[in-house]
């Protein structure tokens, strides 16, 4: 069973607007990490913003912030006021802790690519 | 000093050449990992590498072997690949493996390998 979903193949949005980009992810662990990454087409993955399964507060970097709904497992990025240099695939991430080890492994979603219109 | 880097940045090899591909990091990471990436689809983990020791290997075939030399440096040693190899390789390191850490790794711009 796939952990970490991403819905949207392909999103559009008009420069200046906000965008949210979907992620739902599964795990019975009480305890991980939930990360959005930025890869543009020269390929480097870029974090852009981490959110604790304890932290009481959505993340904020920037123009980017994460709407963190536990009960839901949900972990949408929004993007506020897009820019072009936005456009990119971006990539949904968990981090599963167990039994006080996670061995560093991440677990991707699909992704999605942005693309953002003058 | 935020980055990794990766080199060379392609490489072309046939299917009965040695090459290697080299990462380096100076953030005093402790894990270090490589990722196989194919067009439009997420990374795959490889290796895991913590405190130099491999601590994963996600069943690649015996044709890549990893090293770590040190602290800093991980190689991915690739010898008698197959076209379908082809693909953008990630280097990837983070502060440890732990439990304590938040975990984020800081991924190097990619090999682009091209398997003939």
């Known amino acids: 069973a796939q952990k970490i979903t991403q819905t949207q193949p392909g999103m559009f949005v008009q420069e200046k607007e906000a965008v949210t980009l979907d992620c739902t992810y599964d795990?019975?662990?009480?305890?991980?990490?939930l990360f959005w990454y930025k890869q543009p087409s020269s390929g480097e993955m870029i974090f852009l913003i981490y959110?604790?399964?304890?932290?009481?507060q959505n993340a904020t970097e920037g123009r980017y912030s994460l709407n963190f709904q536990k009960a839901r497992k949900s972990a949408n990025l929004v993007i506020s006021a897009s820019q072009l240099g936005d456009s990119a695939m971006y990539f949904c991430a968990m981090r599963e802790v167990s039994g006080g080890t996670s061995y560093g492994k991440l677990t991707f979603g699909q992704g999605t690519i942005l693309t953002v219109h003058p | 000093d935020t980055e990794v880097t990766q080199t060379p940045k392609h490489l072309v090899m046939g299917m009965t050449n040695k090459k290697s591909l080299k990462c380096e990091q100076h953030?005093?990471?402790?894990?270090m990992y490589w990722y196989k990436q194919k067009a439009k689809k997420p990374p795959e983990l490889m290796f895991v590498?913590?405190?130099?020791?491999?601590?994963i290997n996600e069943s690649v075939p015996s044709r890549f072997s990893p090293e770590c030399p040190n602290s800093s440096l991980l190689n991915l040693h690739l010898h008698a690949l197959q076209p379908e190899d082809s693909a953008l390789y990630l280097c990837a390191s983070s502060q440890d493996v732990g439990a304590s850490s938040q975990g984020e790794q800081f991924f190097g711009p990619g090999t682009r390998l091209t398997v003939l």
């Open positions: 959110q604790g399964s304890y932290d009481q």
């Open positions: 590498y913590s405190y130099e020791k491999l601590s």
């Open positions: 953030m005093g990471h402790r894990a």
């Open positions: 795990t019975s662990d009480p305890s991980y990490g």
